[in-house]
């Protein structure tokens, strides 16, 4: 049998240093997260956090050591696709629920609003809502909330800078949120029959604070509303909300 080329030595070691590689970065991303170290600010003013933060020892050597070592495995994790979030939602959510609703704007300048089914009316005692049913109409109204949840009004006026990309989320959702507003319209018009047709209907995001473990019962607090989408119906247009400018785009 002849002996293989150097070239597909090479490859055949390079493979095998990946793959070493790799059973060592997906066990160390995962259990690194438990290992308190000190990072660099995020990018971003919001974002997945899993990592705890600070010092577990006084020799600085070692935690210098463990502080590096995080810094590579998120950035392997970044740079391949393989950021390892497996906290199964903590302490990932923020304080608050967000919900889309429907506003009907009319010609006369009035305007009603139909909120999701799915959005509690007692908002300090939500009832449990019961699996596999309505599955696909939520996972949809959830959907249409996922390029604003870490994107709350006061964080998006504090840190401007860092949600202007905002208005191309909503644009890039046309399809689904045009289809949601559509079916939000026809069920409007059907329990309303003797109101006129809107001239405009807004996908707007209700972001609904949710009460700290251990809130004295009565606990609230107001629920702050924001744009995202806006379908006229005669014509098929499509707007998106720029949060930060406060004005419509068009695509």
């Given at each position: ?29 995962n259990l690194i997260v438990f290992v308190p170290r000190r990072a660099s600010a ?210």
């Open positions: 049998m002849p002996h293989p080329s150097p070239y597909r030595r090479a490859l055949a070691v390079l493979v095998g240093l990946f793959a070493t590689w790799q059973l060592v970065f997906i066990p160390a991303a995020p990018l971003e003013p919001a974002s997945y956090e899993y990592q705890a933060r600070g010092t577990f020892t006084s020799f600085e050597p070692l935690q210098r050591t463990v502080d590096r070592a995080g810094d590579a495995v998120e950035f392997w994790s970044e740079a391949s696709g393989q950021v390892q979030g497996w906290s199964l939602f903590a302490p990932g959510p923020p304080p608050y629920a967000v919900v889309p609703a429907a506003e009907f704007q009319f010609a006369d300048g009035t305007s009603d609003t139909a909120l999701s089914p799915f959005e509690p009316a007692d908002k300090l005692n939500p009832p449990l809502r019961a699996p596999l049913f309505d599955n696909r109409a939520f996972n949809t109204e959830a959907s249409l909330t996922y390029g604003v949840v870490f994107a709350p009004p006061e964080l998006v006026d504090k840190a401007p800078e860092h949600f202007r990309h905002l208005p191309e989320t909503a644009l890039g959702a046309r399809g689904p949120a045009r289809a949601w507003l559509a079916l939000r319209l026809k069920e409007y018009r059907a329990a309303h029959p003797e109101r006129p047709a809107p001239v405009a209907v807004v996908l707007k995001h209700r972001y609904i604070p949710t009460p700290p473990p251990g809130a004295p019962r009565g606990w609230t607090l107001p629920v702050a509303e924001r744009p995202y989408a806006r379908w006229f119906p005669a014509t098929d247009a499509y707007e998106g909300y720029d949060a930060v400018e406060k004005r419509w785009v068009t695509p």
